[in-house]
């Protein structure tokens, strides 16, 4: 079975800090992860896919996540928040057809 | 950039009545999802599509729910008598191939009165 587990339902952060949200996964197959992004009232945007490749995965708007299969986690990162980055954020695995999405964290940039 | 696109940006029915969501996928994407987000809770699977038919669905997708692909371009969810508890974000997705990142359209804000 497939799952996901978002540690922090909220995150809070200054602006310029160090943003770092936690996704740990479950699969009983090699894993397919995704980080996607909320706006409010907008739909869901991919930051960064996770596709068996490199582990350190690079995504838009200055988002990385490193993959740790001896942890399996799959945390996403910015050095520097923005005040533009506040949203939600969902880290989803892929199991064949079907997405499996964590509760999502809440990011606040604190000017 | 091909886009997901999804009509209308927001629908307000009685309930008991019928609604249809409409979702255009990217054109040459094969696999397509609906999603349905209660207000302040997560994003929920509903159903999969592919190859013309249901490839899997959730406990969610009762048979209130059915899904369609009338043509080559549009896919569409309807539900047939609603319920004030369908009140939900529902989001359409679409991917190429069967590890590729599903990509969303903006939603359908579904408001049952």
């Known amino acids: 079975a497939q799952s996901v587990t978002q540690l922090g339902s909220h995150v809070s952060v200054s602006e310029g800090a160090l943003v770092l949200l936690r996704c740990n996964y479950s699969?009983?197959?090699?894993?397919?992860l995704f980080w996607y992004v909320q706006y409010p009232n907008q739909g869901l945007q991919l930051l960064l896919k996770?596709?068996?490749?490199?582990?350190l995965v690079k995504g838009i708007n200055g988002f990385e996540a490193e993959f740790k299969k001896s942890e399996t986690s799959f945390h996403l990162t910015k050095p520097s928040a923005h005040m533009s980055d506040a949203a939600e954020y969902f880290c989803?695995?892929?199991?064949?057809?079907?997405?499996?999405f964590g509760t999502g964290t809440s990011l606040t940039v604190i000017p | 950039e091909p886009e997901v696109t999804q009509t209308p940006s927001h629908q307000v029915t009685q309930m008991g009545q019928e609604v249809i969501l409409r979702c255009v996928p990217i054109?040459?994407?094969?696999?397509f999802y609906w999603y349905r987000q209660i207000l302040g809770q997560k994003v929920e699977f509903l159903v999969s599509?592919?190859?013309?038919?249901?490839?899997?669905k959730s406990e969610i997708f009762d048979d209130q729910f059915s899904v369609e692909r009338p043509d080559g371009s549009n896919f569409t969810l309807k539900i047939r008598s609603t319920k004030l508890e369908d009140s939900a974000m529902y989001f359409c997705?679409?991917?190429?191939?069967?590890?590729?990142?599903?990509?969303f359209g903006d939603g359908t804000r579904l408001s049952i009165l």
């Open positions: 997705a679409s991917k190429g191939g069967t590890y590729q990142p599903q990509h």
């Open positions: 699969s009983s197959v090699p894993p397919y």
């Open positions: 996770y596709t068996s490749a490199a582990t």
């Open positions: 989803a695995v892929s199991a064949g057809n079907q997405f499996y």
């Open positions: 054109s040459n994407h094969l696999y």
């Open positions: 599509f592919y190859n013309n038919e249901i490839s899997e």
